[in-house]
């Protein structure tokens, strides 16, 4: 007798049950033929007992196209209906389960350009009739749980859900739910607790939710989170939060310090073996090989990675609360000199100095240079960071040349500044120049300048850098002026700011500078760039009006390069070529007959706007969120 039992062939591999589950929902019912497939109650059942694959599920909904999702609506919207439902039941673990598979779910919805964004992402969710209702249980369950559920796990699996919806449907008005009903105080409360208690939470997260909220169409309405964060005055979870924050500068910049460690290697057999090409014989040999510069360019294109998120946050915060900038510059770090702020310059200047390789590089590196000038505005600040008492530790990048010094010890946290901005001017330079990045770096070494002068403080410094690349760039400017001249904002921003620097040192530099040599280099410099001023000057300044900002301080420039061209031709006649010690000569004996007016306007800067930069931050948000976006599923 044939036995009943047949013998099924061996797959090729297993896979859980969740993801069967996944496939015959979202590809086996979605496209049968009869109409409102909709699951049993038995699917429901074990679907939400499962042990979740986030990534699994994202993976098979984001080959879909938008019109495949819009088709399938009716899965769709059972599945968001069904897991709400589930995660406010409070029966473990289907409740945690159900906030796992929603925010798997959640991003890879928002992973799609639907051709009616708002509309759309509605229809696929929920239905025009029903969003209103969800999306407000949704949001009320969030709150909730994150504010108070007894179990760690299942407030941080909350905690995702609600980024993956902020961060993904930030251009939706899905978001407004939050703005109605105000996570602030339970987020605060999640950070809190968490430290407090030593649980294995995810404050990073916390902390992204809060800037992400914090920018949701800012400049067209009232912020609830915007107002919260200029309210908020509880100092402990502040100085949890920069404490977290400067953890992430330290993640930021060890991946760069990974694909290539800049620091020189000790003197050693190993390092000698390696100098002299015979790696193989030292101990070294078992480690995987340096990436080869190719390979070194490709992961550096991919960093920072997507916690970088964290820098919009911090620019929120900074921005709008003055006591967040405080704690952040005047908290203590574990080490002896390593603080919270001399984390975040490292973080800033690994950032900037790879800020050309594309437009997320370049938005973190503004981002953080736009805290580091808010901060730098606030004169009580800009003592402590100019004051020889608080000298930290920073570790800058020297990943390409031309090489900052490389300074080990404890200094003033001022020239550490003054290195990130200078090195930022001499490794982004390219025809399609950033103009909003080069203009801040040199708007941040003019408020430490004019800070300095104001003081009184002559800051021991490498000051004949700064001068370098001042005048690099202004040569840089003259040599592809065609190409340049007609950038958004490359005159007023960037030129005027350059030339107003310079004019502003050449006028006051004895009340800052640490002695005469200081002085001199500056002087030298711009008696080589001569023919540069002239060019310089016909390629942007004769469109403007002669009174403006930007003429008067070339106009200046122009004045004391000419000045010691007449002096070293009247000593020397036509002689092209002085040595420097001839020319050092000159510069000393000219001070006498210098008269170089000290211009009201040289140094003056206004304190920042954010109107003034809408558009720009707008676009810099929208990188940071599509970060925080994908940050949930990690």
Same mark, same amino acid.
């Given at each position: 007798?044939?036995?009943?039992?047949?013998?099924?062939?061996?797959?090729?591999?297993?896979?859980?049950?969740?993801?069967?589950?996944?496939?015959?929902?979202?590809?086996?019912?979605?496209?049968?033929?009869?109409?409102?497939?909709?699951?049993?109650?038995? /699917?429901?059942?074990?679907?939400?007992?499962?042990?979740?694959?986030?990534?699994?599920?994202?993976?098979?909904?984001?080959?879909?196209?938008?019109?495949?999702?819009?088709?399938?609506?009716?899965?769709?919207?059972?599945?968001?209906?069904?897991?709400?439902?589930?995660?406010?039941?409070?029966?473990?673990?289907?409740?945690?389960?159900?906030?796992?598979?929603?925010?798997?779910?959640?991003?890879?919805?928002?992973?799609?350009?639907?051709?009616?964004?708002?509309?759309?992402?509605?229809?696929?969710?929920?239905?025009?009739?029903?969003?209103?209702?969800?999306?407000?249980?949704?949001?009320?369950?969030?709150?909730?749980?994150?504010?108070?559920?007894?179990?760690?796990?299942?407030?941080?699996?909350?905690?995702?859900?609600?980024?993956?919806?902020?961060?993904?449907?930030?251009?939706?008005?899905?978001?407004?739910? /939050?703005?109605?009903?105000?996570?602030?105080?339970?987020?605060?409360?999640?950070?809190?607790?968490?430290?407090?208690?030593? &649980?294995?939470? &995810?404050?990073?997260?916390?902390?992204?939710?809060?800037?992400?909220?914090?920018?949701?169409?800012?400049?067209?309405?009232?912020?609830?989170?915007?107002?919260?964060?200029?309210?908020?005055?509880?100092?402990?979870?502040?100085?949890?939060?920069?404490?977290?924050?400067?953890?992430?500068?330290?993640?930021?910049?060890?991946?760069?310090?990974?694909?290539?460690?800049?620091?020189?290697?000790?003197?050693?057999?190993?390092?000698?073996?390696?100098?002299?090409?015979?790696?193989?014989?030292?101990?070294?040999?078992?480690?995987?090989?340096?990436?080869?510069?190719?390979?070194?360019?490709?992961?550096?294109?991919?960093?920072?990675?997507?916690?970088?998120?964290?820098?919009?946050?911090?620019?929120?915060?900074?921005?709008?609360?003055?006591?967040?900038?405080?704690?952040?510059?005047?908290?203590?770090?574990?080490?002896?000199?390593?603080?919270?702020?001399?984390?975040?310059?490292?973080?800033?200047?690994?950032?900037?100095?790879?800020?050309?390789?594309?437009?997320?590089?370049?938005?973190?590196?503004?981002?953080?240079?736009?805290?580091?000038?808010?901060?730098?505005?606030?004169?009580?600040?800009?003592?402590?960071?100019?004051?020889?008492?608080?000298?930290?530790?920073?570790?800058?990048?020297?990943?390409?040349?031309?090489?900052?010094?490389?300074?080990?010890?404890?200094?003033?946290?001022?020239?550490?500044?003054?290195?990130?901005?200078?090195?930022?001017?001499?490794?982004?330079?390219?025809?399609?120049?950033?103009?909003?990045?080069?203009?801040?770096?040199?708007?941040?070494?003019?408020?430490?300048?004019?800070?300095?002068?104001?003081?009184?403080?002559?800051?021991?410094?490498?000051?004949?850098?700064?001068?370098?690349?001042?005048?690099?760039?202004?040569?840089?400017?003259?040599?592809?002026?065609?190409?340049?001249?007609?950038?958004?904002?490359?005159?007023?921003?960037?030129?005027?700011?350059?030339?107003?620097?310079?004019?502003?040192?050449?006028?006051?530099?004895?009340?800052?500078?640490?002695?005469?040599?200081?002085?001199?280099?500056?002087?030298?410099?711009?008696?080589?760039?001569?023919?540069?001023?002239?060019?310089?000057?016909?390629?942007?300044? &004769?469109?403007?009006?002669?009174?403006?900002?930007?003429?008067?301080?070339?106009?200046?420039?122009?004045?004391?390069?000419?000045?010691?061209?007449?002096?070293?031709?009247?000593?020397?006649?036509?002689?092209?070529?002085?040595?420097?010690?001839?020319?050092?000569?000159?510069?000393?004996?000219?001070?006498?007959?210098?008269?170089?007016?000290?211009?009201?306007? /040289?140094?003056?800067?206004?304190?920042?706007?954010?109107?003034?930069?809408?558009?720009?931050?707008?676009?810099?948000?929208?990188?940071?969120?599509?970060?925080?976006?994908?940050?949930?599923?990690?």
């Amino acid at each position: 007798m044939d036995s009943p039992l047949t013998q099924q062939l061996r797959p090729d591999s297993f896979e859980p049950k969740i993801v069967q589950l996944y496939l015959h929902l979202f590809n086996v019912l979605a496209n049968e033929d009869t109409e409102d497939v909709i699951p049993s109650e038995g /699917f429901w059942s074990e679907f939400f007992l499962l042990k979740p694959d986030k990534q699994r599920l994202y993976d098979i909904l984001e080959p879909m196209t938008p019109f495949d999702l819009l088709h399938m609506h009716t899965q769709m919207q059972v599945f968001f209906k069904r897991a709400i439902a589930e995660a406010g039941s409070g029966i473990s673990p289907r409740n945690e389960n159900a906030l796992e598979n929603l925010t798997a779910f959640l991003c890879a919805v928002f992973n799609k350009k639907y051709p009616n964004p708002n509309t759309d992402v509605i229809q696929v969710l929920a239905g025009l009739d029903a969003v209103d209702k969800l999306m407000s249980d949704l949001v009320h369950g969030l709150e909730g749980i994150i504010r108070q559920s007894a179990k760690q796990s299942f407030r941080t699996k909350a905690l995702d859900t609600v980024l993956s919806l902020v961060a993904g449907g930030f251009h939706t008005s899905l978001v407004s739910y /939050f703005m109605h009903k105000d996570l602030f105080s339970a987020l605060m409360k999640y950070v809190h607790d968490i430290h407090d208690n030593h &649980d294995d939470g &995810d404050c990073l997260k916390a902390f992204v939710v809060v800037g992400v909220l914090s920018s949701y169409h800012k400049f067209e309405s009232q912020n609830v989170y915007q107002n919260r964060l200029e309210d908020f005055v509880n100092e402990e979870t502040i100085r949890i939060l920069v404490q977290q924050f400067a953890s992430v500068s330290v993640h930021i910049r060890d991946q760069y310090i990974d694909v290539q460690d800049d620091q020189p290697p000790p003197w050693n057999i190993n390092s000698t073996l390696v100098m002299v090409g015979l790696r193989s014989l030292s101990t070294d040999a078992n480690k995987p090989p340096p990436p080869t510069e190719e390979e070194a360019k490709t992961l550096f294109a991919s960093l920072p990675r997507r916690d970088a998120s964290a820098i919009l946050s911090l620019y929120s915060f900074t921005q709008a609360n003055k006591l967040f900038a405080a704690n952040l510059l005047n908290a203590h770090g574990e080490g002896h000199c390593v603080t919270p702020f001399s984390n975040f310059l490292s973080s800033t200047s690994y950032i900037s100095h790879h800020a050309h390789r594309g437009e997320r590089q370049a938005t973190y590196a503004i981002l953080s240079l736009l805290s580091l000038r808010i901060i730098i505005e606030d004169p009580l600040l800009s003592k402590r960071i100019s004051s020889s008492e608080n000298k930290m530790g920073v570790r800058l990048c020297r990943q390409r040349p031309p090489y900052l010094p490389l300074i080990t010890a404890a200094r003033v946290p001022a020239t550490a500044i003054l290195d990130i901005c200078t090195d930022a001017l001499s490794h982004n330079l390219r025809k399609r120049l950033d103009v909003q990045l080069y203009s801040l770096a040199l708007s941040i070494i003019l408020r430490v300048v004019t800070y300095l002068e104001r003081s009184k403080i002559r800051l021991q410094h490498h000051w004949s850098y700064i001068w370098g690349s001042l005048l690099s760039l202004m040569k840089f400017l003259t040599q592809y002026a065609p190409d340049l001249k007609y950038l958004r904002g490359i005159r007023e921003g960037l030129c005027a700011t350059l030339t107003n620097l310079a004019a502003f040192c050449l006028s006051k530099g004895d009340g800052f500078l640490p002695d005469p040599a200081s002085y001199d280099d500056l002087f030298y410099k711009l008696i080589e760039a001569n023919d540069t001023l002239d060019k310089f000057k016909q390629a942007y300044c &004769d469109m403007g009006s002669p009174s403006d900002a930007l003429n008067q301080s070339v106009k200046a420039l122009i004045s004391v390069s000419s000045h010691y061209h007449e002096l070293l031709k009247a000593q020397h006649g036509k002689k092209t070529h002085q040595s420097p010690t001839a020319i050092q000569k000159v510069i000393k004996e000219g001070y006498d007959t210098l008269n170089l007016e000290a211009d009201a306007d /040289f140094g003056q800067w206004d304190k920042w706007r954010e109107n003034d930069w809408k558009a720009e931050l707008k676009r810099m948000i929208r990188v940071s969120v599509e970060d925080a976006r994908l940050l949930a599923l990690s």
